[in-house]
């Protein structure tokens, strides 16, 4: 009797785990870092309950931040007037924005602005990018655009998700099938946003700087990503008050700085390209990686 009861109990835990996704998971101010990958045939691994994905292997680049704000006094709110959720990015795509329309059946995708570049509106066909309740297995069959683009989007896993610099635990996935090709979004549950999309010939990330330990675990080996790179050097697990040293192949000191938190960047946009060594010290010891800037 107490093996069944603990078995009844666990299989309730399970399906408590089952993260759902309702519209009081979207919050305003959230920050990310935004990277993004080169690479080909990815294996975005298998669907199912309770996965651990892993995307580590990649070679990431910065390419810039995101916020999430109101549309109210943006760029381009008069463009998107039904809009009440907005991402606004820097960086390579600064001066962008992406508009959304949410309430309590679904998430639709309206449209997405850049200055200098032009507005690229769904209106009035806009795309449905999630619906609520959004639960494990829910299938979304909807077309956008002017065209009636046919897409099919399935919520086909949940588990954890290990990249570069660190473990999201409380992950969705979205498989996209549209146009003959297959596609894949990995969300954060609550709060509610894209961590891992992949592209064709490549995949983009986000780290959002302001989670709990529940829901981010950082990596906790030293490493830099990426490596090569042509400006900047992402370190991460390194502990807070670490002093950095580069130096180049004579030894001589080109650069020296403290960490603050356990995540840091080293960079070298103002150095010319070559192999610099670069040296980490913390807790009584030391820690020497070899980083290449092209």
């Known amino acids: 009797?107490?093996?069944?009861?603990?078995?009844?109990?666990?299989?309730?835990?399970?399906?408590?785990?089952?993260?759902?996704?309702?519209?009081?998971?979207?919050?305003?101010?959230?920050?990310?870092?935004?990277?993004?990958?080169?690479?080909?045939?990815?294996?975005?691994?298998?669907?199912?309950?309770?996965?651990?994905?892993?995307?580590?292997?990649?070679?990431?680049?910065?390419?810039?931040?995101?916020?999430?704000?109101?549309?109210?006094?943006?760029?381009?709110e008069n463009s998107f007037p039904t809009a009440n959720y907005c991402s606004a990015t820097t960086g390579e795509f600064q001066g962008g924005y992406t508009y959304f329309r949410y309430d309590n059946q679904s998430m639709e995708l309206l449209g997405d602005a850049f200055t200098g570049i032009g507005i690229f509106s769904f209106d009035p066909n806009p795309r449905t990018y999630i619906t609520f309740p959004y639960t494990y297995n829910t299938v979304i069959n909807d077309t956008y655009h002017a065209d009636n683009i046919a897409f099919t989007a399935t919520y086909d896993g949940y588990g954890s998700l290990t990249v570069p610099f660190g473990t999201y635990h409380n992950v969705?996935?979205?498989?996209?099938?549209?146009l003959g090709t297959t596609?894949?979004?990995?969300?954060?549950?609550?709060?509610?946003?894209?961590?891992?999309?992949?592209?064709?010939?490549?995949?983009?990330?986000?780290?959002?700087?302001?989670?709990?330990?529940?829901?981010?675990t950082p990596s906790q080996t030293i490493s830099v990503w990426p490596n090569p790179s042509r400006d900047v050097f992402w370190l991460e697990g390194v502990p807070s008050q670490s002093d950095i040293l580069v130096c180049d192949l004579k030894g001589q000191v080109v650069l020296q700085a403290q960490t603050q938190t356990t995540s840091a960047s080293v960079d070298l946009s103002g150095f010319a390209s070559g192999v610099y060594v670069l040296k980490i010290d913390a807790l009584g010891q030391q820690t020497i990686k070899k980083i290449v800037k092209y």
């Open 1 to 76: 009797m107490k093996n069944h009861l603990l078995l009844a109990l666990l299989a309730t835990a399970a399906l408590q785990a089952q993260p759902v996704v309702n519209p009081n998971n979207l919050i305003m101010d959230l920050n990310t870092e935004a990277f993004f990958a080169e690479v080909e045939n990815l294996d975005p691994g298998p669907a199912g309950a309770n996965r651990n994905w892993n995307l580590t292997n990649l070679d990431l680049i910065p390419v810039g931040t995101s916020t999430t704000t109101s549309p109210v006094g943006t760029a381009f």
């Open 172 to 178: 969705i996935r979205q498989k996209i099938e549209e």
């Open 183 to 216: 596609n894949y979004v990995w969300f954060n549950a609550n709060p509610f946003f894209p961590i891992a999309q992949t592209t064709e010939g490549g995949i983009g990330l986000m780290r959002a700087t302001n989670l709990s330990a529940q829901q981010f």
